[in-house]
């Protein structure tokens, strides 16, 4: 069968499953391939320091994203609101940088699930930001998330300074998504995309020339697979929002969660202990509420931030 062919009957394939079912699918695909980054950041934190890898990983998405950003010329690049695109990459290279030093410093799954305590930092970010009033059924889901975290960081023989690091850094992802929510009132997402991995690139720079490791060829085949993991996570996620309503997908989210305890298992050999299970489960479940509660009161569709 021809190219040609395979792309007509995938596309007959998709067209026969409902619109919700479609979304499920492509966020599956979408968690497997953030798990899949997340492995390829595990085996480079063996060689690297996490500077290093943050700043090539921007570095490489910047190139990849600036011939879509070039398209309408330098022109389409002009914005008025620099500072917000300068704060947003620095937040969001800190964000980077600190999931990636949990994933290089913990078990697979625990840094994939404190990340999923991104949900309840954006409840505290949006009264304390955007001025939202927040109902007490959220709240309650909040504290019983946060409840989660301790039960898996207590849960530890010795206290993992790498779980604040992924606490901080669900933090830094939280306040990007207030910024994205800020900037995409004017700005295109490739102009967006464009001033985060020129912004991130050049904030990372320094830091990571002070700890450098020259890369070898292996090093950056793989940084440019991980670009591609990323940018392929983040592409299922918008596509599976776009077909999918959000209460019907959103959940398909917490996959990340299975595929990454999986991978780190067979990989890695890394057992999950059952508080770690018990913890995350909780967060998962009160992130999950917040997700679907935000969406039953006719919010927006959940925003999509770079991996």
């Known amino acids: 069968m021809t190219a040609e062919g395979d792309g007509v009957s995938w596309r007959g394939f998709l067209s026969r499953i409902p619109a919700n079912g479609q979304g499920a699918l492509w966020m599956l695909l979408g968690g497997f391939c953030f798990s899949c980054m997340g492995l390829g950041i595990k085996f480079l934190g063996a060689e690297m320091?996490?500077?290093q890898i943050a700043f090539l990983r921007a570095l490489f998405g910047f190139f990849v994203i600036l011939p879509f950003a070039l398209r309408r010329g330098i022109s389409g690049l002009r914005t008025r609101v620099l500072k917000l695109h300068l704060a947003r990459g620095v937040v969001g290279i800190l964000g980077m940088l600190s999931i990636f030093y949990a994933i290089t410093h913990l078990p697979l799954?625990?840094?994939v699930a404190l990340t999923f305590t991104r949900p309840l930092f954006l409840i505290l970010l949006a009264v304390l930001l955007l001025g939202e009033k927040i109902r007490w059924r959220r709240w309650t889901a909040t504290a019983v998330g946060f409840l989660g975290v301790l039960?898996?960081?207590?849960?530890?023989?010795?206290?993992e300074f790498a779980s604040l690091v992924a606490l901080f850094g669900a933090l830094m992802v939280a306040l990007v998504s207030v910024f994205l929510k800020k900037l995409s009132v004017t700005e295109a997402p490739t102009t967006m995309m464009f001033y985060f991995g020129l912004i991130a690139s050049v904030v990372s720079a320094f830091p990571a020339a002070l700890v450098?490791?020259?890369p070898s060829l292996e090093d950056l085949l793989l940084i440019a697979l991980l670009a591609c993991f990323g940018s392929g996570a983040n592409f299922c996620a918008?596509?599976?929002?776009s077909v999918g309503e959000a209460t019907a997908v959103a959940?398909?989210?917490?996959?990340?969660?299975?595929?990454s305890g999986l991978l780190g298992f067979i990989v890695f050999s890394e057992v999950?202990?059952?508080?770690?299970?018990?913890?995350a489960g909780i967060i998962v479940i009160s992130s999950l509420y917040i997700v679907r509660r935000e969406a039953g009161l006719g919010r927006k569709k959940p925003l999509v931030t770079e991996s």
Do not use: E, H, K, N
């Not at 959940?251 to 595929?259: H, N």
């Open 49 to 51: 320091d996490s500077f």
């Open 151 to 159: 039960i898996m960081v207590q849960s530890q023989a010795q206290f």
């Open 238 to 241: 918008i596509r599976a929002f």
């Open 109 to 111: 799954a625990d840094a």
């Open 251 to 259: 959940p398909f989210d917490y996959t990340r969660l299975i595929f």
């Open 272 to 279: 999950p202990t059952l508080a770690m299970v018990i913890g």
């Open 212 to 214: 450098w490791v020259p």
